[in-house]
């Protein structure tokens, strides 16, 4: 089986940086992913991490350690329009790879 | 190109019907999943397929029936409606030779309500 866990909530004000943490259990990794979701919309994909390290993607960066089941999202320059719930999800090999099992999401809120 | 595509966008059910929710994608993608959305609780996987005549259960299929008789199609089945399957469900895609299999693409979602 999997589990994934990862903060409720995280709160911020409109130019900090912000760092989502998301620990994971899987029988067999292929890779850990973030996706963003806004209220009453569809999850959007941000980044995949398969191996060690970090990923860059404009404001936004994306860690994993595999060695520690450990990954983060790190979220700089933040802007009231990344007000949105933050989901990491693993793919391993009970799906075959394919399909993802998320965690339970982290709603971050950015004030003025 | 329309992406992924669900209908339809609201329903509402009596406990004991049974309905099908469509799912459709336009990327020649080989995975399909369907998700379901309650509060609090993430996304939680209920079936998928890894390509056409494929299909698995995920984490939480009870309830629920899946055929993919073509690439493009994936619908989803409730035998038999219950309140415990009112939910927001979401459809996905991803993975063909000219695209990543790491990003998934959602539809926007079926909002089920069972009375």
């Known amino acids: 089986g999997q589990s994934l866990e990862q903060p409720s909530e995280v709160t911020a004000v409109e130019g900090a940086i912000v760092q989502i943490n998301c620990t994971y259990q899987?029988?067999?990794?292929?890779?850990l992913s973030w996706y963003q979701q806004h209220d009453g919309g569809a999850p959007t994909f941000l980044s995949y991490?398969?191996?060690?390290g970090l990923e860059e993607t404009g404001r936004f960066s994306s860690f994993l350690s595999r060695s520690d089941s450990y990954g983060y999202l790190l979220l700089q320059e933040l802007q009231m329009k990344d007000s949105a719930s933050y989901f990491c999800a693993v793919r391993d090999e009970d799906q075959a790879g394919t399909a993802l099992i998320f965690g339970k999401g982290t709603t971050l809120s950015v004030s003025s | 190109n329309a992406g992924v595509t669900q209908t339809p966008k609201f329903q509402v059910l009596k406990t004991g019907q049974s309905m099908t929710l469509q799912c459709a994608q336009d990327?020649?993608?080989?995975?399909m999943s369907w998700y379901r959305q309650d509060p609090g609780m993430g996304l939680r996987l209920i079936h998928y397929?890894?390509?056409?005549?494929?299909?698995d259960q995920g984490e939480v299929p009870n309830g629920y029936n899946v055929s993919r008789s073509t690439t493009e199609d994936f619908p989803l089945r409730l035998l038999s409606a219950a309140p415990s399957q009112t939910s927001v469900y979401f459809c996905?895609?991803?993975?063909?030779?000219?695209?990543?299999?790491?990003?998934?693409?959602f539809g926007p979602g079926t909002r089920l309500t069972v009375l």
């Open positions: 996905a895609s991803s993975g063909n030779r000219d695209a990543s299999y790491n990003e998934q693409f």
């Open positions: 899987t029988s067999g990794f292929y890779g």
């Open positions: 990327m020649n993608h080989e995975y």
């Open positions: 397929s890894v390509g056409a005549g494929i299909t």
């Open positions: 991490n398969a191996l060690d």
